[in-house]
């Protein structure tokens, strides 16, 4: 089997990992053994190699959280499932690897037969984009949410999951090359960050009262959309590509009445039941084995260069997720 195995942390992380050979593992009794379809690579990889992630596992360790695999072997006494049988890799187990053994009672099967680069990438975005609309806001059909980063993984879907719920979108980006993709998604409002950012988005919307926001920018961004919102409104912060703190003047907080809220989706898997779990993945697993949800994919590259994938992926400018695959 392969590993794509890091030892130190720190800047460069496609420095710092390599893939490497190990014996292929058997499962024991009540254990299946996954064969990797594909795993993608997202900025919380990257920041974990870093060192910058809020939880990073002992050295030395095998990169990767989340990805898509087929049951290829099973150990005694495993019933209820089959060679082929598609499955989620476990979350934060080191997915980056062609082979993974999973104790069968924890396997969250999927729908085989789809795109596996797709389904590979539910565990992490999906999630965090379908909480974000419905933990922090009791929102209704016809309301407005607006969001920063809106090209990320994480912004596709937030604009796809909206318009399934009958929300509306307004979708601000950094790049002027990044609006038409976006348009032909579905956003309802795409527009370029800007100092006139909130002016800009009141005539686009006719005045709209938009009570949540999504950040995942973080610096002077933050306070932008603090000052879009509407008095009252709410601004959940998710994540900072801009790699600075959230910034949010005084007068947002003392005289709009903004709140500004965190969300990191491994706190909701420490506190959310099996049954909730199973019932969010497999909405969203259905809804992506249809082709109903999806993120563009800038390339895949195989585990034996992780390197070249991580120096990819850690670059600005891309037009998609970049993934790895067997080989």
Request: glycine share 12%.
């Amino acid at each position: 089997m392969q590993l794509a195995l890091y030892e130190t942390r720190g800047a460069e992380p496609h420095t710092r990992i390599a893939c490497v050979d190990r014996p292929t593992p058997a499962p024991g009794a009540g254990e299946v053994l996954l064969e990797l379809l594909a795993a993608p690579i997202n900025p919380s990889d990257v920041l974990t190699i870093t060192g910058q992630y809020g939880a990073l596992p002992p050295l030395p360790a095998v990169g990767g959280n989340e990805g898509v695999g087929r049951v290829a072997a099973l150990g005694e006494g495993v019933t209820g499932v089959a060679i082929g049988d598609w499955a989620l890799l476990p979350v934060g187990g080191g997915t980056w690897a062609s082979h993974i053994v999973v104790k069968a009672a924890a396997l969250m099967r999927v729908p085989a037969g789809g795109d596996p680069l797709q389904m590979a990438m539910l565990t992490v975005n999906p999630p965090t984009a379908s909480l974000l609309l419905s933990e922090f806001v009791a929102l209704n059909a016809g309301d407005w949410v607006l969001q920063n980063a809106a090209n990320s993984g994480v912004g596709e879907y937030v604009i796809q999951l909206a318009k399934a719920r009958g929300l509306h979108t307004v979708s601000v980006v950094r790049r002027a090359d990044a609006v038409a993709p976006l348009e032909a998604l579905g956003g309802d409002v795409v527009l370029v960050d800007g100092p006139d950012l909130a002016a800009r988005v009141a005539e686009a919307t006719g005045k709209a009262k938009i009570r949540l926001a999504l950040d995942a920018v973080g610096g002077t961004a933050t306070d932008r959309l603090a000052q879009t919102v509407a008095i009252g409104g709410t601004v959940v912060n998710y994540g900072a590509m801009s790699g600075e703190a959230c910034k949010v003047a005084p007068g947002s907080f003392v005289f709009r009445n903004v709140t500004l809220r965190g969300f990191w989706l491994a706190f909701w898997f420490r506190e959310a039941s099996p049954a909730q779990q199973q019932a969010l993945f497999g909405d969203l697993a259905q809804r992506i084995a249809r082709g109903e949800l999806a993120t563009r994919v800038h390339a895949t590259f195989p585990l034996s260069r992780v390197q070249e994938a991580v120096a990819l992926a850690a670059a600005g400018g891309r037009q998609g997720k970049v993934l790895l695959t067997p080989g």
